[in-house]
Nanobody
């Protein structure tokens, strides 16, 4: 499985960005995509698990209400709409995949896309 994340950039506080993650290779129907991020000097943290079914994604408390995940199953692509961005959202955002909704192991990782939010 290969994951390609894109859409990062430099924005100001309060702005929006949309990240995309496209999966390819042996990506089976049960696979689930999600987002993690790693800020400078900090550990990587979970951001969102994106459901292929609208309304069933779930999020870290720190982004709930500001970030929204969505997916296009036909394209094996998920999106992360990030609104009301804050400087502490600055991080490299990674797309990850696991074999099913119920799996705890994120087995596949993309290279990441940098999001920088200036104050």
């Amino acid at each position: 499985v290969q994951l390609q994340a894109s859409g990062g950039g430099l924005v100001q506080a309060g702005d929006s960005l949309r990240l995309s993650c496209a999966a390819s290779g042996r990506f089976f129907a049960t696979y689930v995509l999600g987002w993690f991020r790693q800020a400078p000097g900090k550990e990587r943290e979970f951001v969102a698990q994106v459901s292929w079914t609208e309304g069933n994604s779930y999020y870290a408390d720190s982004v709930k209400g500001r970030f929204t995940g969505s997916g296009d199953k036909a394209k094996n692509t998920v999106y992360l709409q990030m609104n009301s961005l804050k400087p502490n959202d600055t991080a490299v955002y990674y797309c990850a995949a696991k074999s099913s909704t119920y799996s705890s192991r994120w087995a596949y990782w993309g290279r990441g896309t940098l999001v920088t939010v200036s104050s």
